[in-house]
């Protein structure tokens, strides 16, 4: 009898267990199948997302296709890459979740390390609104070292353009006896004091440039820096420099005694003397940790000197060479359909006398961006294009599969029109009568700005937002205290003139935006 009854629990137990197995079966299989609902609606928004519409005037989000990436696409283009003199550039793309293209088939950057729009002209006559290119058409009326030294523009040394100029040149060497002169070329090579009757005025393509004989020393050495400055814009002109760091190259060779026969002592070559070699800055870059330019500044600190003479003369040098440019960069990007698709890094070179004047002696268009001579600069070129990309939105902290924005609220989320507005008692009270658009001080009032106006303020403000260590020389930078009175604008543009009034009215509202 007891036997029977322990068989009759032990069956029922077995049953119990059974139940609770079942119906822990079917909780699993219920959360597998939630799970796999929970992929499948996750994968039909996601193609969704990519394949709405967008804001007006702008692109598709579109898939792409067959080939299509996951994350948005670069295109690193040069000659000869595999010698590594764009791995800073790449290795960039790759940190911000770029995806590399080789074919050029289907992206959103264009990095050219070459002049695209001969070569590539068809691609960049039909260019989506957001695609973006290191290059603005045009660049060349700047990096041209010919056309930059004869242009007569501020802060340039005299130059003569040969053969048309040989007998101008000959007349002022005469005013000027006490004056050295070095010819010079687009190739930038062979560059040697000589005297006038030994040089080849008939040599076409060259010029002939003032020699600057008392250059600033450090340590004996003659130097000189290079700015990098990246153009966001040409109508209205945006235009900022790099200020993170400055490239700082020294002669091999002390200045003194001088000798025009050994041209390492005035002629900064690709085995250039480093900053941290310098035993004056050395201290500042290696002992103490500073970049060239703060090392730069210490030891003319240490001189009685203010360096701040010198950088405020850059940035003016750089203003009077775009606003002197300007035009024609603005008929050389009209034969495209946007300008907005382009943005540009140059490199400015300069060299400082001992009076603290600094002389503009050249822009160099995709400048050189490799470590391999010297293994230091890789932060400072790093650091440099990872700025560029930031500001000109590139490098933005909106993840996604393209540059194209997905949605309206996608875009009001980084800028909205509230973000760009200026002057609100002006134009609540001055601004709100019949006509009052036709007043020149309405015009950045909401009812009288064009929605392509509304969209460059955007972009402008969006800049300002992702600068970075670039800080904008072109509008200029504007006093707080003097925001509350219009800047001298005589000579700008209509373009130029809107857009430093608009500056000066986000001053008055955040000072963060003076500069």
């Not at 199948?33 to 499948?40: D, G, P, R």
């Not at 056309?147 to 053969?163: C, D, E, K, V, Y």
């Not at 008939?202 to 010029?207: E, K, P, R, T």
């Not at 700015?227 to 003194?256: A, W």
Request: aromatic content about 10%.
């Amino acid at each position: 009898m007891q036997g029977g009854g322990v068989g009759v629990a032990g069956a029922a137990i077995s049953r119990r267990q059974m139940r609770f197995l079942v119906g822990v079966a079917v909780v699993l299989l219920f959360g597998a199948i939630l799970t796999a609902l929970n992929v499948y609606e996750l994968h039909r928004l996601t193609k969704e997302h990519w394949s709405r519409d967008h804001l007006p005037g702008e692109p598709l989000a579109e898939a792409r296709g067959a080939a299509h990436y996951e994350r948005p696409v670069a295109w690193v283009r040069g000659n000869k890459k595999g010698s590594g003199y764009l791995m800073h550039v790449t290795n960039v793309f790759h940190r911000l979740g770029y995806e590399l293209s080789e074919d050029g088939g289907d992206w959103d950057v264009l990095w050219s390390h070459n002049y695209p729009f001969r070569e590539l002209k068809e691609k960049m006559t039909k260019l989506k609104p957001h695609q973006r290119v290191n290059h603005f058409p045009g660049s060349g009326f700047i990096t041209n070292k010919v056309n930059l030294a004869t242009s007569g523009l501020p802060f340039i040394p005299r130059a003569f353009r040969m053969p048309q100029e040989k007998e101008d040149l000959l007349r002022h060497a005469k005013l000027h006896s006490d004056l050295l002169f070095v010819q010079k070329s687009n190739n930038h090579r062979g560059i040697k004091i000589e005297k006038l009757d030994a040089l080849d005025l008939g040599a076409d393509g060259s010029f002939v440039q003032e020699f600057v004989h008392n250059p600033l020393l450090v340590d004996g050495y003659k130097f000189d820096i290079g700015v990098y400055t990246i153009v966001t814009s040409i109508q209205p002109l945006r235009v900022y420099i790099y200020e993170g760091d400055v490239l700082f190259r020294f002669c091999p060779v002390k200045y003194h005694p001088f000798d025009p026969e050994v041209r390492d002592k005035y002629v900064v070559g690709d085995d250039y003397l480093p900053t941290w070699k310098v035993p004056s800055l050395a201290k500042y870059y290696k002992d103490l940790g500073f970049g060239m330019k703060r090392s730069f500044d210490a030891w003319l600190k240490s001189q009685d000197k203010d360096s701040e003479v010198v950088w405020d003369a850059v940035r003016e040098a750089i203003r009077n060479v775009f606003y002197g440019k300007e035009m024609a960069l603005v008929q050389a990007t009209s034969h495209y359909p946007r300008s907005t698709n382009f943005f540009e890094m140059m490199r400015i070179d300069f060299v400082i006398d001992d009076q603290l004047k600094v002389h503009l002696m050249e822009a160099n268009m995709s400048p050189n961006l490799s470590s391999s001579h010297f293994k230091e600069n890789r932060l400072l070129y790093e650091q440099v294009v990872f700025n560029l990309l930031s500001l000109v939105g590139v490098g933005r902290a909106v993840h996604s599969a393209s540059l194209a924005p997905s949605s309206q609220e996608e875009a009001e989320m980084q800028a909205a029109q509230k973000d760009v507005m200026v002057f609100p008692e002006h134009c609540a009270v001055s601004c709100s009568l019949e006509r009052a658009c036709d007043k020149v001080e309405c015009q950045l009032c909401k009812p009288c700005l064009s929605s392509e106006q509304q969209e460059d303020l955007t972009r402008a403000f969006l800049e300002h937002q992702r600068r970075g260590m670039c800080r904008r020389v072109v509008p200029p930078s504007i006093q707080h205290h003097h925001a509350h009175e219009p800047a001298n604008m005589s000579g700008l543009s209509p373009e130029n003139t809107l857009l430093t009034e608009w500056f000066r009215g986000q001053c008055l509202l955040d000072q963060a935006l003076c500069s």
